[in-house]
């Protein structure tokens, strides 16, 4: 499989952390991710990476 690396920005880093950082894509081309929030609210960007692609993702960070 590919691997697929997961970043955020400096902004995102206070709000949600990502697990893990990187992971190999299965049979059918998926990688998965699991993106927790912190408890400061607001955005974040991730962005995931597959060689030469990128594709960023924004999140949204609130209270319940």
Known sequence: GETVT???NAAGKKRIS????SAKTDASGEAEFTITAKKKTGNAKVTFTA????KKMPVKVRKK
Not at 51 to 54: A, L, R
């Open 51 to 54: 060689g030469d692609v990128k």
């Open 18 to 21: 990502i697990s893990p950082t």
């Open 6 to 8: 997961a970043t955020t």
